[in-house]
């Protein structure tokens, strides 16, 4: 199972989305040398360091034993190496040891690692979001301590959310942090489902916990954040001695063995109140946002993964009499290159959508205007539902395209292939189900000024629309792609007419609508950029846009039919009627 990372992709990907613009913004010092250098060291550690530990850490996975939580075999100092050379550190502010790189960057770089071994990078993933977190809701000392232990990876961060009863439902969290009478708290609880809650890669574990105070009130206003170290932190940040929190188990799970998802049990740990008491899931937010972007690249990261076996696979096995290949590579069969290029072309529109969404996140903070940086923001949170959802839709589609051209081998565990589609089954479901960020896409994004921010993204795809259809190379393209965003568009005003209800029951094919017609504006630019070239891998991308357009934005009007049709037959239908 060979893995290259990505390196031209995600260079020339991001040379599409603005991110050239973003740096002349935003990061002066920053230029296009370095950026390359960043991506090919990336790619080299990746390719070389983690995508080798990959299937041994799908065979034996993390352990547990004797209460201790033990890393799958070589993760541990993989990730001595990744702390060592810098990676967990690229957008973290200077002033707390992180380079001060743009997110974009940040997450090109995680895209190689999750792509190499999507286990381990699931540890680094969530640090980042603590990071985020601390870095706009912490404390000073926590800012003092943490943080940059945080930032240079001696530590690792954990987001501590989910309980028996209290999955998608945090209003029904029971966790307590009691007062302790000297301004902290003691945590009493049960925890399930926490990803790299413990682990023997590093000193340190940094968990941010939901819980309750004895007098908050019922309900999500009642929660508060608290942050808790697996050792005492004294003032002057040395580690003292273990703290009142512990695994219970580790989950015996579908897929990411090497990734520990423990059971932590919290037997009057000590912590402090992480921002404003009630705030808790505001503050938590912030983590989970950070967390739902990540994801979406671990569903490209996947993909790509799959993609790549697949590819090679099909140059490599030989079938029949293949229509395009006189060797009989199944590489030259029709249906079999059409999985393979269609895969493709939607890993680069998911690609483009989450490198989008980051260059969002610059601006909201660095435009040069408060306009923009309000306009910058608006725009991320109506794209953030859709990078999580549709991309890790996309991660276990190609993942599963990937088995198919393998055929029966890639139902046989030992191709590797099948181990692809069994990581990916869990980015459609954690850091909020896709279900839930339709829900959210319907009922608060799209909503936003009165629908304004989608309409203005569909004004912007259909100048592109129009601007393509005066070269005949593209001309298909954009007359799909104008099609597509007039589809887009009617749905959208059905969803602003009806609401509740009714749109949450058009809510997931309204979100496959919006990722498929922005995935075609992504490949479109990328057409657009590379049209007119000699270079064949240029030409490829011309190709793409081309296929993705008659393959994917031609189903458009149809799934705005769907969005706006049958919400009366969901809501009639009983259970018993569906029932054998």
Not at 516 to 538: E, K
């Amino acid at each position: 199972m060979t893995f290259r990372a990505p390196v031209r992709d995600l260079a020339f990907a991001l040379s599409t989305v603005g991110h050239d613009a973003l740096l002349k913004r935003a990061y002066p010092d920053l230029d296009a040398d370095t950026v390359a250098a960043v991506l090919e060291a990336a790619g080299a550690f990746t390719t070389d360091v983690l995508a080798p530990l990959n299937r041994r850490g799908d065979i034996e996975g993390a352990t547990f034993e004797n209460g201790v939580v033990r890393a799958a075999p070589g993760f541990a100092d993989a990730y001595r190496q990744f702390a060592e050379q810098g990676w967990n550190s690229l957008s973290a502010e200077p002033e707390f040891g992180g380079q001060g790189l743009s997110k974009p960057m940040e997450l090109a770089v995680f895209e190689m690692v999750h792509a190499a071994n999507m286990a381990f990078g699931l540890c680094p993933m969530l640090t980042q979001a603590a990071i985020e977190a601390l870095t706009q809701h912490g404390t000073e000392r926590q800012k003092r301590l943490v943080l940059p232990k945080l930032v240079s990876g001696e530590w690792t961060g954990a987001m501590v959310l989910t309980e028996p009863q209290a999955g998608t439902d945090l209003a029904a969290l029971t966790t307590r942090a009691e007062p302790d009478g000297a301004g902290g708290y003691r945590l009493y609880g049960q925890k399930i489902f926490i990803t790299w809650g413990d682990h023997d890669a590093t000193d340190n574990i940094v968990h941010l916990v939901l819980a309750r105070t004895p007098d908050a009130p019922s309900g999500i206003k009642g929660i508060s954040l608290f942050l808790t170290s697996k050792f005492e932190l004294g003032d002057d940040g040395a580690l003292g001695a273990r703290n009142d929190f512990r695994p219970g188990s580790i989950e015996h799970k579908l897929g990411i063995h090497g990734s520990p998802t423990c059971v932590m049990l919290y037997e009057g740990a000590k912590a402090e109140l992480v921002g404003e008491l009630g705030q808790g899931l505001p503050h938590m937010f912030v983590m989970m946002n950070a967390a739902r972007l990540q994801v979406g690249v671990q569903g490209v990261a996947i993909a790509e993964r799959a993609f790549q076996q697949a590819l090679a696979f099909s140059q490599e096995r030989k079938q029949g009499r293949a229509a395009w290949d006189a060797q009989g590579m199944i590489w030259g069969h029709p249906d079999v290159r059409r999985m393979l290029m269609l895969s493709k072309a939607k890993i680069e529109a998911a690609r483009g959508i989450c490198l989008t969404t980051g260059v969002l996140a610059d601006l909201a903070r660095f435009a040069d205007s408060e306009e923009e940086r309000l306009a910058a923001r608006a725009r991320q949170e109506l794209l953030t539902p859709i990078a999580k959802a549709w991309s890790t839709d996309v991660g276990v589609e190609v993942a599963s395209l990937g088995v198919q051209v393998h055929g029966g081998m890639g139902f046989i565990e030992e191709t590797g292939a099948a181990q692809h589609y069994r990581d990916a089954r869990i980015a459609p479901i954690y850091e909020g189900t896709n279900g839930i960020q339709a829900l959210d896409l319907v009922g608060r994004k799209v909503p936003m000024a009165q629908g304004a921010v989608m309409r203005e993204l569909c004004a912007e795809m259909l100048l592109t629309a129009q601007g393509l259809t005066e070269g005949p190379e593209l001309a298909p393209v954009g007359r799909r792609l104008a099609a597509g965003v007039a589809a887009l568009e009617r749905a959208t005003d059905w969803i602003l007419a009806n609401g509740g209800a009714p749109a949450a029951a058009a809510a997931t094919p309204y979100l496959k609508l919006a990722g498929d017609v922005i995935g075609g504006w992504i490949l479109a630019r990328q057409g657009a950029a590379a049209a007119g070239s000699d270079d064949p891998w240029l030409q490829g991308k011309v190709a793409l846009a081309r296929l993705y357009a008659g393959q994917v934005l031609s189903t458009a009007p149809g799934l705005a039919d769907s969005v706006c049709e049958g919400v009366e037959d969901l809501e009639r239908m009983p259970a018993a009627a569906l029932a054998g």
